[in-house]
């Protein structure tokens, strides 16, 4: 099982980028990393969970991999967190009676 906070699972988007300066990414390399494009674990699972807040692309990622992963035999479920935010939305992982840190037990649970 994977439970994506925030997850980046397409990196084309970062070529054009500031960042891509010490990434060095190429089109074929950013294919090549990104999860999206990447076989599905068939019969495995993925929670992908995102802030309500995050940006545009976050949350078009996250999406996107829950849709192209779920068509292909993979347990998917996606999450967004009203009011969070990139920099928030792990806020939960502190409380131990947290639905976030509830649901990585279950995962935990279930992989044993």
Same mark, same amino acid.
């Given at each position: 099982?994977?439970?994506?906070? /925030?997850?980046?699972?397409?990196?084309?988007?970062?070529?054009?980028?500031?960042?891509?300066?010490?990434?060095?990414?190429?089109? %074929?390399?950013?294919?090549?990393?990104?999860?999206?494009?990447?076989?599905?674990?068939?019969?495995?699972?993925?929670? %992908?969970? $995102?802030?309500?807040?995050? /940006?545009?692309?976050?949350?078009?990622?996250? %999406?996107?991999?829950?849709?192209?992963?779920?068509?292909?035999?993979?347990?998917? &479920?996606?999450?967004?967190?009203?009011?969070?935010?990139?920099?928030?939305?792990?806020?939960?992982? $502190?409380?131990?009676?947290?639905?976030?840190?509830?649901?990585?037990?279950?995962?935990?649970?279930?992989? &044993?």
């Amino acid at each position: 099982a994977a439970y994506a906070i /925030s997850g980046l699972f397409d990196l084309a988007p970062l070529i054009p980028t500031s960042l891509n300066e010490k990434l060095g990414l190429d089109e %074929a390399e950013a294919q090549a990393l990104s999860p999206l494009f990447w076989p599905a674990p068939k019969g495995k699972t993925l929670d %992908a969970i $995102v802030g309500g807040d995050e /940006s545009s692309e976050f949350l078009r990622q996250s %999406a996107a991999i829950v849709a192209a992963w779920g068509e292909d035999a993979v347990n998917t &479920r996606y999450e967004e967190l009203d009011g969070a935010n990139h920099f928030t939305v792990i806020a939960p992982l $502190v409380d131990p009676s947290s639905a976030m840190c509830e649901r990585l037990k279950q995962l935990a649970d279930a992989a &044993r």
